[in-house]
Each structure stands twice: as C-alpha cells, then as structure tokens.
C-alpha cells in the first residue's frame, strides 16, 4: 500500500467515525424529540380532562338554569293558552 492510499484509508477512517458520532448524536435528539412530543400530547389531554372535572359543575347548574327557564316559558304559554280560552269561552257564551 502505497502513502496515497494509506493517506486516504485514513482520512476515510476518520470521516466514518465522524459521520457515525454525528448519527448517533441524531439518533438520540429524535428520541428525545419523541419522547418530548409524547409527553406534550400526554400533558394536554390531562389538562383538558382536569379543566373539564374542574368546570363541570359550573357547566351543569348553566344548564339546570336552562332547563328551568325553558319550563318557565312553557309554563306561561301555558298560562297564556289558558288564559287565551278563558276569555274566548266567555266572549262565545254571549
């Protein structure tokens, strides 16, 4: 083997073991990145679930106080059709 080759054996030893130290270095960001991302996704699904046990009971009496405004405007139709025939029967009778 002559200088030149040994030369460039070399030179290409040293490459590959540069090039294995940076994919090992980008292996190890992309599981971390992984992990990051899954431990992201993970941090807000247990934000969503404790806002939404947090905020539930709020949730629940707005709607309860739907609920009973919309008996109560039943109620007046209601009272109002009763009314309504209350005067129609009275008026017919003469």
Do not use: C, H
Request: hydrophobic share 45%; glycine share 2%; proline share 2%.
């Amino acid at each position: 083997m002559n200088p030149y080759e040994k030369e460039l054996l070399e030179k290409t030893y040293a490459l590959s073991k540069e090039n294995n130290g940076m994919l090992k270095k980008i292996r190890s960001a992309s599981r971390w990145s992984v992990f990051f991302r899954v431990m992201y996704w993970v941090l807000i699904a247990v934000v969503a679930i404790v806002a939404f046990m947090f905020i539930k009971p709020y949730v629940d009496a707005v709607f309860s106080a739907y609920n009973n405004v919309q008996e109560d405007i039943s109620s007046v139709k209601t009272t109002t059709s009763t009314i309504s025939d209350f005067f129609n029967n009275l008026f017919n009778k003469e």
